[in-house]
């Protein structure tokens, strides 16, 4: 069965739409009724997901893109914070298109395959023990994401939580604080953007130009079986 939970964080770290907050009190409720996340967590999601749902949608796309696309420090590419702009993260993200495609999985987007919606789509159709493992792997980088929001009084810092505890372990605390010992970019900072992303972007599987999937298509989606097994994607630990 399709894990509703992941789907829905999927689409609550997504880019701000007008769909997307039309479908905010649905996420919600499927938050609420998930017992694997702690009620604290849970009512951090509440009221993230009725921010999303209420709020400015010009506002809160501002708020979104000067949060993961203008800080790389809080980038949901998530090999970025494993290779950075290494020879191997091509290698890893060549890696996880194959296993998404071995799943039956064509992510319908412009986002690079390690983007982290798109990873979360594509482990909501994934038999639970795998996700889990996937997850965990990367539990370092969600819990330092989670700290960083934190610090900037994010409400998507929830979603990390959520995330982390989804994992069913526990991050190795010495890669969280290696992480966070690199100081916040300013995402003000236009120059030093530039300088940093100035490398022309690199596509990996779909056609560049197709839009992200719509809302309505991927709430439906919930509710379907999962799609035949295939192996955990590229490891997202340090070593990787």
């Known amino acids: 069965m399709m894990d509703r939970t992941l789907k829905a964080l999927s689409l609550t770290l997504s880019y701000p739409g007008t769909e997307l907050q039309d479908a905010m009190p649905q996420i919600g409720a499927v938050f609420d009724t998930d017992r694997r996340i702690a009620p604290d967590t849970r009512a951090a999601l509440r009221t993230l997901t009725e921010r999303l749902g209420q709020g400015d ?45 071995g799943g039956g999985f064509e992510p319908a987007t412009s986002e690079l395959p390690d983007h982290l919606p798109v990873l979360l789509e594509f482990l909501s159709t994934r038999p639970s023990s795998e996700a889990r493992e996937t997850l965990a792997d990367a539990a370092h980088i969600l819990d330092a994401l989670s700290a960083r929001l934190s610090r900037r009084e994010s409400g998507y810092a929830a979603a990390f939580a959520a995330l982390s505890q989804l994992a069913g372990g526990q991050a190795d605390a010495e ?45 439906a989606l919930m509710d379907k079986p999962a799609v035949k097994t295939a192996p955990a994607p590229t490891t997202l630990n340090r070593s990787a």
Request: glycine share 6%; aromatic share 8%.
């Open 57 to 101: 949608l010009y506002d809160l796309q501002e708020q979104y893109v000067m949060l993961f696309d203008r800080s790389r420090t809080l980038s949901l590419n998530l090999f970025e914070h494993v290779h950075g702009e290494s020879r191997d993260r091509g290698g890893a993200m060549v890696s996880l298109v194959e296993t998404y495609r």
């Open 175 to 219: 890669a969280v604080a290696e992480m966070l010992a690199h100081p916040d970019d300013d995402p003000t900072d236009l120059t030093a953007l530039d300088a940093v992303w100035e490398e022309a972007e690199v596509t990996f599987g779909p056609d560049p130009n197709a839009g992200c999937p719509q809302v309505r298509d991927m709430l």
